[in-house]
C-alpha cells in the first residue's frame, strides 16, 4: 500500500514511537468524529427531506393530517401493525424451521419510521416549504458527499493550503493503517460461502488484471527498450499494491533512483485520481453497488484508496471490494517472485549463465500481508454463529465506520501535491496508459459479469 | 551512486518496509482481536457507539 494509503511506510508501530504518534493520532480521532457527526446529521436530513416531500404531496393534494398529534399517531399505528406482522412471521419461520422446511423466509424486523420535528412538519404542512437544512443535507448526499468525501478532501485541503504543523505529521501517517481492523472486523458479516464465490470472481480478475498489468508492462517495455528497472516497478506498482510492492521489486532490478521516485509518483497520482473520480464514474455509468465494488477492488491501486472510494459508493460495494482486495494483496509475494524470474533469472539463463536461485518459501512469508488472516477468522467466526446480528451490526457497521474514519482522516491529511507532482518521464506514461487501460477493461469485464456474481449476501 | 550502493539501498528500504508493515499487521490483528473480544463480551453494545454522537 502507498505512502497515500495504507501502508506502514514511514512510522513503525512501537511503544517507543508512541509519544510521537500521539497528538497525530488524537487529531485524526477529532476529525474522524466531526465527519461522522456530519454524516449522521446529513443522513437524518435526507431521511427527514425524503419523508417531507411525501408530507408535502399529501398536503398539496389535502390529504395531510390535521395536526402534529395526528401525524404522530398515523405513524405510531403503522410501525405497531408492522411489529404485530413481523411478530406474526417470526412464529411462522420458527414452526417452518423446526419442521425442516426451507422455503420460509426468516422475517425482516421493521425499522421506525422516520416522524419529522414538530416545526418541520408544520412547515411542511402549514407553509408548503421544506426547511432549508433538510434540502441541504438531501443536496450533499445526492452529491455522495459523505464522511469518507469530507476526510478526504477538508484533509487534501487542509495538507495543501495551511499545511500539518510537524507534531501532527508522525501520527497521522499512523493513522491510516487504522483502516485495517476495520477491514478485519468487516469479516463478521461474510460467510464463507460469500466469500468463495466472490472470491473466485475475484480471483479470475486479479489474475486477469492485476497479473496482467504486471505481464503486459514487463513484455511492452522490453519491445519498447524501457529500462528493466522501471518497467518492473512500475509493473508492480500499477498492477498490485501502489508502492509497497514497487519497493518490493525495487531492489531486484536495481530500478535507479530518479525512475523509482517518477513510478511512485505516478501511483500516487493514479490512486488519488481514481479515488476521486471513480465513485462519480461508477454512478454516471449506473454500476450497481456489488459491481462498482469488484471495479474498484480491481483497478484501484492500494488498500486505502479501495477501501475509501468502496464506501464512498455504498456499504455493499465496500463488502464486495473487501473481498477482491484480499485476493489481491495475496499476489505481492508472486508479483516479486514473477520479478525475480523475468528481469534477474530469465535473462542469466538466456544469456548462459547459471540463473541465481530462488527462495519462494522465503519471499512468501516475508512478503504476505499476514492481517489477511484476521479476517478468514472472522469469517470462519461469523460461519459458527459465534456472532449474534446484534454483533454483526456493531462490527460491520458501526465500529467499521470508526475505524475507517479515523485511518481516511490519515489518507486525506497526507495526499500531499507535492508528492503528486513527482509523477513524470516514462514512468507516467506508462502508469497512466497501463492504469487507464487497466480501469477501462475492468469496468467492461466487471459489468459484462453482473452484480449478482459479486453480491454478498451476509 | 553506484550499482551496488544503489542495490543496496534499495535492499535496506525495502527490509526495513516490510519490517515496518510486519509489526503494523500485528498491531492492526491485535486491535481488531481487543475490538471483538470487547463487543462479544457486552462491553461495546448496540448504544456504545451512538452515544458518541450528539
Known amino acids: 500500500m502507498g505512502s497515500a494509503g495504507g501502508g506502514g511506510i514511514g512510522v513503525e508501530f512501537s511503544l517507543a514511537n508512541l509519544p510521537k504518534m500521539l497528538p497525530g493520532l488524537i487529531l485524526c480521532a477529532i476529525f474522524g468524529w466531526m465527519a461522522l457527526q456530519w454524516d449522521a446529521t446529513m443522513g437524518k436530513w435526507n431521511t427527514h427531506f425524503k419523508e417531507a416531500e411525501k408530507v408535502l404531496k399529501a398536503a398539496n393534494e389535502g390529504k395531510a393530517p390535521a395536526n402534529y398529534a395526528e401525524y404522530k399517531q398515523k405513524h405510531a399505528d403503522s410501525f405497531a401493525k408492522k411489529t404485530e406482522e413481523f411478530k406474526a412471521a417470526q412464529e411462522t419461520y420458527k414452526a417452518a424451521k423446526a419442521a425442516g422446511d426451507k422455503s420460509v423466509k426468516e422475517p425482516k424486523k421493521p425499522s421506525k419510521p422516520t416522524t419529522l420535528a414538530e416545526s418541520e412538519f408544520n412547515s411542511v404542512a402549514q407553509a408548503k416549504a421544506i426547511p432549508g437544512n433538510l434540502s441541504f443535507g438531501n443536496l450533499m448526499i445526492s452529491f455522495q458527499l459523505t464522511y469518507v468525501a469530507m476526510l478526504l478532501l477538508v484533509g487534501m485541503l487542509i495538507r495543501n493550503t495551511v499545511g500539518i504543523p510537524e507534531i501532527f505529521k508522525a501520527g497521522t501517517v499512523a493513522a491510516r493503517p487504522l483502516i485495517k481492523p476495520g477491514i478485519i472486523i468487516l469479516g463478521a458479516y461474510y460467510m464463507w460461502s460469500d466469500v468463495l464465490k466472490v472470491g473466485v470472481f475475484g480471483l479470475a480478475l486479479v489474475v486477469a488484471f492485476v497479473m496482467g498489468t504486471q505481464i503486459l508492462i514487463s513484455f511492452w517495455a522490453r519491445r519498447s527498450k524501457v529500462d528493466s528497472g522501471l ?17 518490493a521489486v525495487a531492489p531486484v532490478v536495481n530500478a535507479k533512483p530518479r525512475d523509482f521516485f517518477y513510478a511512485i509518483g505516478t501511483i500516487l497520482l493514479f490512486g488519488t485520481l481514481g479515488l476521486f473520480t471513480f465513485p462519480y464514474i461508477g454512478k454516471a455509468l449506473g454500476m450497481s453497488d456489488p459491481v462498482f465494488g469488484a471495479w474498484v477492488g480491481t483497478a484501484i491501486l492500494n488498500t486505502a484508496q479501495l477501501v ?38 530469465k535473462p542469466a539463463v538466456d544469456a548462459g549463465h547459471e540463473g541465481q536461485k530462488i527462495n519462494v518459501m522465503e519471499v512468501v512469508t516475508s512478503k504476505f500481508p499476514i492481517f489477511v488472516f484476521g479476517f478468514f477468522i472472522m469469517v470462519t467466526m461469523n460461519e459458527f454463529g459465534f456472532f449474534t446480528p446484534e454483533h454483526r451490526s456493531i462490527l460491520a457497521h458501526e465500529l467499521l465506520k470508526l475505524f475507517f474514519a479515523i485511518g481516511f482522516a490519515g489518507v486525506g491529511l497526507n495526499i500531499a501535491f507535492d508528492d503528486l507532482k513527482k509523477a513524470g518521464g516514462t514512468a507516467f506514461f506508462i502508469g497512466v496508459v497501463s492504469g487507464t487501460l487497466k480501469a477501462v477493461l475492468a469496468a467492461i469485464a466487471v459489468m459484462a459479469i453482473g452484480g449478482d456474481a459479486f453480491r454478498v449476501k451476509g | 551512486m553506484s550499482e551496488q550502493s ?32 470487547l463487543v462479544l463480551t457486552g462491553v461495546i453494545g448496540p448504544t456504545f457507539v451512538k452515544s458518541l454522537f450528539f
Open chain 1, 231 to 247: 518497467a518492473c516497478v512500475m509493473g508492480a506498482g500499477v498492477g498490485v499494491c501502489g508502492v509497497s510492492a514497487a519497493v
Open chain 2, 6 to 37: 544503489t542495490h543496496d539501498a534499495y535492499a535496506e528500504k525495502a527490509k526495513s518496509t516490510f519490517s515496518a508493515e510486519r509489526k503494523e499487521d500485528y498491531f492492526v490483528l491485535a486491535v481488531a482481536a481487543v475490538t471483538v473480544v
Open chain 1, 308 to 345: 475509501a472510494a468502496a464506501s464512498w459508493y455504498s456499504h455493499e460495494s465496500l463488502l464486495t471490494a473487501n473481498v477482491i482486495n484480499i485476493v489481491r494483496v495475496g499476489f505481492i509475494p508472486l508479483i516479486v517472485l514473477w520479478a525475480i524470474y523475468f528481469y534477474v533469472v
